[in-house]
C-alpha cells in the first residue's frame, strides 16, 4: 500500500512541477487543483511567492485565501497530485468552484490517489474550522465525482459552465462526518 501526505510547494519540487504540467499537456488532460502552477511554469519562484501572498489573503472579489499542496508518494517522493483549498468563498467560487480543487497526474491515476488526496483535504479544512465544503467537477469526470461521493459528497445540483461549455456537477461533503467515517480506511495511507 503506497504512503501519500502533502507537500507545501518549494524550490525543491520545481522539476517535479514542470514534469507534472508537462505530463497533462501530453495526455490532453485537463488540469485541475494546481492554483494555477500551469500559468506560472516558466517562473516556478513567482508562483510560489504568490501562494505566499494568498494564502492569508482577506476574501475579495477577486482573490480568497487558498492554500495549495503537492500529494506526494512516499516511496519515491513524487509529485502524483495537487490540491487547493479556499477557506472562504467570494460570489465567484460560491458559483463554481467551491472550497476544494484538486487533480491527480494522468499516469497515476485509478490507483486510489485521489480518495486519499481529497480526504488529507479534509483533514486541513477540519483544522480550519470549515464543516462543510462546495465541491464541483465536470458533469463527466466520473473518477472526481465517483471520489467525492465516496467521500460523502451529496449532489446538490448541477448547473452549465458558460466558460467551458460543460455541465458540471455540485457536491457538499460534511467534513467531520467524512473524516469519522473514512479515518479507519485513509488513515494508514497517509504520512503526517
Do not use: F
Amino acid at each position: 500500500m503506497e504512503r501519500l501526505r502533502h507537500i507545501i510547494p518549494d524550490e525543491s519540487y520545481e522539476e517535479q512541477a514542470k514534469e507534472y504540467i508537462d505530463e497533462h499537456h501530453t495526455y490532453n488532460s485537463r488540469i485541475n487543483g494546481a492554483g494555477g502552477l500551469n500559468r506560472y511554469i516558466n517562473d516556478y519562484s513567482a508562483w510560489l511567492r504568490r501562494n505566499e501572498e494568498i494564502r492569508n489573503i482577506e476574501p475579495s472579489e477577486n482573490d480568497v485565501p487558498t492554500e495549495i499542496y503537492y500529494l506526494v508518494r512516499e516511496s519515491d517522493n513524487r509529485i502524483v497530485g495537487m490540491l487547493n483549498i479556499r477557506r472562504a468563498l467570494n460570489e465567484r467560487y460560491t458559483r463554481c468552484g467551491g472550497h476544494i480543487g484538486y487533480g491527480i497526474r494522468p499516469t497515476e491515476r485509478r490507483q486510489g490517489y485521489n480518495l486519499v488526496n481529497l480526504y488529507l483535504g479534509l483533514l486541513r479544512c477540519q483544522e480550519l474550522g470549515l464543516e462543510e465544503v462546495i465541491l464541483d467537477c465536470d458533469d463527466d469526470n466520473v473518477g472526481s465525482y465517483r471520489t467525492m461521493e465516496r467521500l460523502g459528497g451529496i449532489m446538490t445540483n448541477t448547473y452549465y459552465d458558460e466558460e467551458d461549455h460543460c455541465l458540471v456537477r455540485r457536491y457538499v461533503i460534511n467534513v467531520n462526518q467524512a473524516i469519522e467515517e473514512h479515518r479507519n480506511e485513509y488513515e494508514p495511507r497517509i504520512i503526517r
